[in-house]
Each structure stands twice: as C-alpha cells, then as structure tokens.
C-alpha cells in the first residue's frame, strides 16, 4: 500500500515533561467569573510543577477566521497556527492518499462545535483503497519514557457507505512506510459485526473502546489520548483513550497500562489527526468529509478540565481550559465553555500521571463572578482527649456556588487577639494538638468559598483537659472542668435580681471568674418585669456558695414567669452549694437548673433542687456531654395540672436523634425522692448512675429509652408511700428508639444495685430491671401489659464503660445512708478558718426524716408543705484584699491578707490558693499503718512498704524526712488511700524509710517514720570428722 508524501516541518525540541504530585490533585477554591474568555484563578494542592503553563501547541482556527488554508499540498502555501508554546516551529501540514492533487485542508464555519467559530475541514473523492486526509504536526522526541497528551474534536461526515477505517491518530515514525506503531480507528460493519467498535492498535496490542461507528457519523466527538512511549521491546509504555460525545452526552474509556509500543528502535516523530481508510467496504458516492477542531497536544498530561458531573468518575463532557500560569497550588486559565453555555459546571485538573481530583469544584457558567460570602460555620462540639489537646467539631458553612472550607485560627489566653491559623480543612472535624493543659485557647473559625469571599468568624474558648479535677474530691465526666481558675473574684454584695454586685451581674461577665458571697438570702432567679432566668452562657465560671455566710443562698422562681432558674449553655462551669427552688407559677413550666446545647465540662455539686415546674433538672438539647451532679439532693418537683398531675425529677436527650452526641453525663452520691417518674429518664449516648438514694417515686423510678449506653451501679431504691402497691420493678428499659433518642439497641452495665427486687447487693441485681413495649410506660402509669420481662441478655454488658480521668468512686449500696445523707445537698457553708459548718435549711431537713419514716409527697404548690424558709443572713468574714479568702484564713496559712495577688497563685498541686480556701480542711493527709514494723527472718530478700491515708493521696519514699515530696520515690501502688512498694532487702539489714503524702488539694502529709530490720544469718558450729 502506497501513502502519498507527507510534507513536515521538522523541529528538534528539547521538551521537558511536567512533574505530578505526589498526591492527587485537590481544587479549593476558584475565583473569577467563569466567562467565555475571562480569566479564572484555581487554588488548591497537588498540581505539580509545570515548565510551560499552557499546552506546546494549542488550535482552535478561530482567531484566523476565514483566513484560507490550513495546510495544503506541495503546491500551496500552508498558514502557521502559532499558538502554543511551539507557535514558532508547529506547522499544519496536509497528508493526502488517493487525492487529486491540489487538496487542502481550510478554515470553515460550517455548523461548528458548540462554543467554536471555526474549524480545519478537508473534502475528498475517495476512490478505493486509498488514505483520505490527514492533519499532521511533527513530534520530534517523543522518545522513550517521554509523555504526550494530545486531545482534539474529531467530525467525519461520510454519505452513502461508510469507509471500513476512520482514522483518529496515527504515529508514524520516520520511515513511515513501514512503521505504524499507534492507530487509534473507529470501525464500521461494513456487512460484518465483527468491525462494529472502537479500538486502539499498538504493535502488538490491541483494545477496543465501547461503541458502534455508525452512531458518530455527522457527530462532533473529542478523542482524549495520553501516552507514555515505552522502551524497544519493553512492556513499560501506556496509553490512556477517552472519547466524549458531547452531544448526547457520553464517555467511553480505555487504559493500557505496561505495554509495548513499539518493537523496533525507530521512535514516533510525527502524528496524523483524523482521515478516513477505504480497503474492503465499497466506495462512498459522493465527497467525504473530515472537520478537526480545538487541537490541544503537551508533552504532560497536567491540563484543567470543565466537566458535567460532581465527580471525576461519573464525567460525559468536558472541555479543556487554557492554563496560562502554573505552580503546584494555584493555577490561572483562560475560560473556553465551549458546550457549557450557562449553569453549574466543575472544574477538574490533572497531574502529571493524568490523575484528577475525585470532586469537582462547582462553579457557575456564564454567571458574574461569585461576590457572595458563605455563611459561617456552627460549632456543635468542643472535647479534649488528652491534657495537650483540643477536638473541635462544627457544622461546616454553606455557598450559593460550591464547596466551602474553614479556616481555623488560634490564640493563647483568654480575649487574646494575636491569632495565627493553624490549619484550612474541608472537613469539619480538628483535633489540636501538642497543647498545655488546662491553658485556656481562643479560637475562631470562618468560611471561605472558593471566590475566596469569607463569612463572619465563629469564636470560642476552650482548654485542654486539666491534670487536676475541679476541686480535691471532684468526680465524673464534669471533674474535668476548671471553673473561674486563675481569673477575678466577683463579690456578691446584695440580693438583687439583677444590677452592680448582684447575681446575675457576676454570671453575665466574661472571662475566668469566681463569684463569692457577701450576703446570705433568697435571690430571684428573674428580672422585676422581664421573662429571663439567670443564662450562663460565659464559660470558665465558679458559683461559690459555700462563701455566703448565714444560712446560705437560695435561688427562686416563686411567681415568675415560665423558664429556667438557672440554664447552662456553655463548658467549665463549677457550681457548689447552692439551693435552687423555682416555686410555684401559676401552672407555667421551668426547671431548677438546665444544661442545654454546647453545655459541657461541667460539674454541679451539693446543690439542692426542689419545687421546679417541668423537672427539677434536665440536659437536653446536643452536643452536651461530660457534665456531673455530684452530691444533690433533688426532690418535690411540682405537679403541673394540665400536665396530667406530673411531677417528673430528672431528664436527659434532645430531638432528631441528636442525643446520640450527648456523652458522658453521670448523677452520682444524689438524693432523689418524691416524684411521679424520671429519677431520672435517660435519653442521651451515654450516662452513668452511681451510688444514689433514689426513693418515694409513683410510676417509675429510673428509665431509658432507646440507644443509650447506661452504667447503673451502687444505687439504693427505696419505695415509698407513692407506690400504693404500683408496677415495682426499680429500671424500666424501653429498646425503641425516638426521634429524641439515641440510635441503635440500649447497652447496660449494672452492678451492686439495691431494690424491692433485690434487697442484697452482692446479689444478681438483674430483676430490677425490666424490658417495656413503649416509651409511654416509663414516663406514666400502665396496665401491666406492656412489661415483657427480665431485661434480655441482648441489652446487658458484662463491663462498665470506659474509665474516665476522674472516675467515680463507687461505695457499697448499703452503706449509702451513712455515706451520702450526711452531706448531700447544700448542707454545709465554710467559716471565716475554712472549716465546714453545718447549714442545712429546714426543707431539707424535713425531706431526709420524711425520708427515714417512709414519709413523703409531691404537690401542686411548695405552700403546702410551708413554702420557703426565712434565711439568717448571717455576718460575712472579713475580707480586706477581696480576694474571696477570709482574713483570718489567709493568716493562718501563711498569706498576706492585704494582698489579692496571693489569690489567683497557684499551690504545688496545681490548684490555686482560692480553690484550696474553698476545698474546705482536710487536706491535709494523715498517715496511719506505716508497715512493715517488726523484724524479718535472715531468709528475706524483698518486703513491703505499706501506708494508708485519711484521705485520697498520692504517696511516696525516701530515706530522709527532710527530703522534699518531689525528691522522693513514688509507692507503686498509690493514688487511693492504702498505698504499697515492694524494696529490697538482705540479711542483717537495718532500714529506715520515711512516707510523705500529698492530698487532692496539694498538702503534703507529716514525714511518717517505717523502720524494721532483717535477722543476720547465724553461722553454722564447725565439725571435725576425727
């Protein structure tokens, strides 16, 4: 077979092939207007370097207009198409086969592709067995190991019978006549099935493409080819094949992958773009046609891409823009929509191993450029993992275009301002680490489009995990809060609703804080005429009530209007000793105290409850969690008549399911009594229940429903007159999920629990708990019907969950009276030494002996059983330097009374000198049983040394008493209050070790004195043999 001479300009060109990253490609953000010959700027990660920012050779015919030939045969004169980074050595040069002489290849406007003017058309009598028409540009070094990307629009207009071949690419090598080494032919049937695809020919290989031939004729399709020429003989070569038929739209695509493509030493060094082969079919009548059309060819796959779908997979159409500047994170391109004439479209770039993005960058056709900020993001969840990190979870912003990231900035110090950003993410999860514990942290998140316009900042202050818990003694999920450490004192001088030295003023400040009591009395928890409850929604906060001298602070609601007394929107909230009675309201609703939302990492210990209207307390509304009710006494909700009679105790969860993030809340060493139902009802992930006198409840006592991970361990269930002979069974577990629920099966650990069902605790405690059919039951009295049995071994859990930093020690069940009465609620006050007295108010007192004579009701108003007590208003401690420590205490302990500076300073244990006043005494440890203290036979070579404390300590050794805590060794087994290491010994031994112990607050014990001896070993009496 003959081929007519084809006419080349050679060029010899160094050409340098692009870098991919090492990672695919990532578009952030794109700005501009995405217009028919702007200019738009791509930002983003993993885009390689590139030598030249456009393609070597780029043709679109239309800035030549109807200028004449493209390419010609010998006796015409072929146009330079100068565009592209070889504009000035690329010629169009014209192939021709069983052509008359004189054919060439023009510039036309006949029907052109979407988004063109003009296109390269060549119009040939074919005659048989003979080559149509070819556009050629040579490629001197495609050589081995060497790219090519080579992308064009290919339209073959052939009448009557369609030729056999229809040439898309050809490699040829310099002897072209007897090398083509890359045919890429989309075949007709000609009569036979066999020829009826699509399919790419390298010696030796080939591939077929989906598609029937005959479907494209007339039909404007882009041929996408990228190659890697491989070694003579070598199967390291590729080829990557994608055809586009716009108009319908579709893809079809091929990938060779180690391949030989070529077995001779001759390289490539010219392509032909589209002709037609006629051999077998029978001739065409009448002129074929052949248009070419946007012709881009690079030594580098790397390009961007305008596509039709949000992911690279699923693409049907793209065009290719024109890059005009390229580094690895930002690229700037010249817009051709070409089919995009307006709408949603998005951009994909490739690297240099022709990968792309997986997620296209949503942009806007033909539309102005985007000026609309996104919206900002929402942060639902700040945690700390560890003492040197903080986990930040949002709501990501919203765009009216694309995809939006968020940047996020940092600071040290609360209200500081010299922010640095530590990272920009398109998730919405973050995880800072390498941080100081307990050192508050500000920062603040924004939007950013990929206009680059920002939203408004979100900010918020955290801290990571303290190693110390709230106070000495501190337990549960809410231990970890640092309350208004290190920050201001705020006095309360009166008993004011609102206004200076009131309540509320001191709540409402900002930053770290700790509010002292100066008075003693009732404070009504709303504005004279307003319709708001006292809202915490300023983190790092401490309510001090053991400050108030008297008989303490009581916090009211009598005849207000509906709401809570108190509601926690925020983290690191330490209140301590306070009663909360809402009171009667005329039939509205309102609890005691709330935590809602973002509350978290906070901790409410002996406080008192009584007479709320809705319950006596709650958290609901996500994303709570590591919150703690510590040593409460809550009782006497009041009934509400239109809420069928209800007086309902405790309540935990939030709707759509958004309980499933509420974790970590526990009640622990709490008295409950006197209620209809929820002591407590649980509705959040996860709770722990430990160590509780629940008692007096009508139609159920503790419940859960749904999803819920529950630890119950230690409690007390004591039924009262309420009872009347009711459902007994103490735990009510309905498996259904809610809308306001957890997801997924309830999950219980029990252990040690006391009830009517089980009056031992050492016993199975199982058949206290019961599996019900609805969540009606737990929360109202009904038929017994609805209770299935015995809780199924499916729900039960052979182990508590996960240990928390502070863990909650848990007592005998039995003991619960002697251990937790005493001092549950706000039952004491300090003195002007820092020594407890004794403040319980006679409601209190009343509840606890209604409690030991099985007394006990709930009301409609607190009238009924005398409504609130008068309070002594007592006489403050003098406090010179207003640093929240009495004169005389700070005296006592070594400080300057004069001088509030002493105040905020931190004690070895890492508390400060204020919380140590507030802690109360005794924190100073007390060692007993200092062991071993005797004599041990000669044979000994290790013994014990034993201690035990009056208090939880951490203890060590050393063999001087004058030697400093830190100087010393610490016991192995420590951190309780019997503590033990094993040592060394030998035979005639003499040792004396002494024991020092530091205490939750940070005293350090006396030296304690452990001295004991080893027998020496008796020598043996000689014997002579005689």
Known sequence: MALARLLWVAALLCLLIGRGASAAPAVSGVTGAVTSGSS????????????????????????????????????????????????????????????????QILFDNATPKPGSTYHARATFQ???????????????????????????????????????????????????????????????????????????????????LTGTSTAFNGQWIRLDNYLVQSGQSVANGRWDGTMYRPAVPTRSSSSLVNQVMRTTADEVTMFALGGAYYDVCPESAGSGIVDIDDVYIDSTPQRVEMCDTATWAARN??????????????????????????????????DGTNA?????????????????????????????????????????????????????????????????????????????????????????????????????????????????????????????????????????????????????????????????????????????????????????????????????????????????????????????????????????????????????????????????TDENASSWGAPQNNLTYSWLMMYEPLMLVNENNFSKGFLTGSGNNASENMTNIDIHHSFMANTTHRNPLIKNKSFRLVNNIIYNWKFSATA?????????????????????????????????????????????????????????????????????????????????AKLIG?????????????????PITAQSAAELDNRVLPTVGASHRLDCMGNWVENRDTVDRRVISEYHNLQGNYYVNEDSVGGFPVIDPGTACTDTDGDGMPDAWETAQGLNPSSAADGPQLYASGYSNLERYLAGPQTKPVLSGLLPASRHPSGTAATSLQVTTSLVSNCRYGTSSAATFAAMTPFATTGGTSHSSAVTVRAGGVYRYFAKCQGSAGDISDAGEIRFSVDPVRQRERRWRR
């Open 126 to 208: 074919a005659t048989g067995a003979y080559w149509g028409l070819f556009l050629g540009v040579p490629y001197t070094q495609w050589t081995t190991g060497q790219k090519l990307y080579i992308s064009y629009y290919l339209r073959s207009t052939i009448p009557g019978g369609y030729p056999r071949q229809q040439k898309a690419l050809i490699g040829y090598t310099s002897e072209w006549s007897d090398r083509i080494y890359y045919s890429w032919d989309y075949i007709s049937p000609c009569g036979s099935g066999n020829y009826a695809r699509l399919h790419i020919s390298t010696i030796p290989y080939e591939s077929s």
């Open 356 to 612: 792309a993005n997986a997620n296209g960058y949503a942009v806007t056709v033909g539309g102005a450029a985007d000026t609309t900020a996104p919206t900002a993001p929402t942060l639902l969840k700040t945690d700390s993992p560890s003492t040197s990190s903080i986990s930040l979870k949002w709501t990501a912003g919203t765009d009216d275009v694309g995809p939006v990231t968020t940047e996020i900035d940092r600071c040290t110090g609360y209200g500081c301002t010299s922010y640095s950003t530590i990272t920009t993410t398109a998730a919405a999860t973050y995880t800072d680490t390498g941080l100081t514990s307990a050192q508050i942290y500000r920062y603040r998140l924004r939007s950013r489009d990929g206009a680059g316009n920002v939203s408004a900042y979100l900010e918020a202050h955290f801290n990571p995990r303290p190693t110390i818990p709230a106070f000495p003694g501190a337990e549960g999920g809410g231990a970890e809060s640092v309350g208004g450490r290190g920050g201001i004192v705020y006095e309360v001088t009166n008993l004011n609703a609102s206004g200076p030295g009131s309540l509320r003023a001191g709540v409402e400040m900002t930053g770290p804080r700790t509010i002292v009591f100066r008075v003693a009395g009732i404070i009504n928890c709303n504005i004279s005429g307003g319709q708001k409850g006292l809202e915490i929604r300023n983190p790092y906060l401490t309510i001090a009530g053991q400050t108030a001298p008297g008989g303490g602070i009581t916090i009211s609601g009598k005849n207000s209007v509906q709401g809570n007394c108190i509601t926690n929107y925020t983290h690191d909230v330490i209140l301590r000793y306070i009663r909360i009675r809402h009171g009667y309201t005329g039939y509205s609703e309102g609890d005691n105290i709330a935590s809602s939302t973002a509350a978290s990492s906070s901790i409410y210990d002996h406080v008192s409850l009584s007479w709320g």
């Open 40 to 103: 738009i700027t791509i930002s983003g990660s993993g885009f390689g370097t590139k030598a030249h920012a456009g393609p070597m050779l780029w043709g679109d015919f239309d800035s030549y207009g109807n200028s004449g030939v493209v390419a010609g045969t010998s006796t015409s004169t072929a146009p330079l198409i100068r565009q592209g980074n070889l504009a000035s050595y690329a010629t169009w040069s014209l192939g021709t086969a069983g052509v008359t002489g004189g054919a």
């Open 704 to 784: 859960l429903i749904g999803g819920v991970n529950l630890d119950v361990i230690g409690n007390y269930y004591k039924a009262g007159p309420l009872r009347q002979g009711r459902i007994p069974y103490e735990i009510y577990v309905c498996p259904t999920p809610g809308p306001d629920t957890p997801l997924g099966p309830p999950s219980i650990f029990s252990s040690g629990n006391i009830g009517y069902h089980n009056p031992t605790p050492a016993n199975d405690d199982w058949g206290m708990i019961w599996e019900v059919t609805s969540e009606s039951i737990v929360d109202e009295w009904e038929t017994p």
């Open 317 to 350: 159409k793209c065009e290719i823009q024109l890059p005009t500047a390229w580094t690895d994170t930002a690229i700037t391109a010249t817009v051709k929509p070409g089919s995009f004439s307006s709408g949603t479209a998005y951009l994909y770039v490739t």
């Open 790 to 806: 015995v809780l199924p071994a499916q729900y039960r859990r052979a182990t508590p969950l996960p240990t928390l930093p502070y």
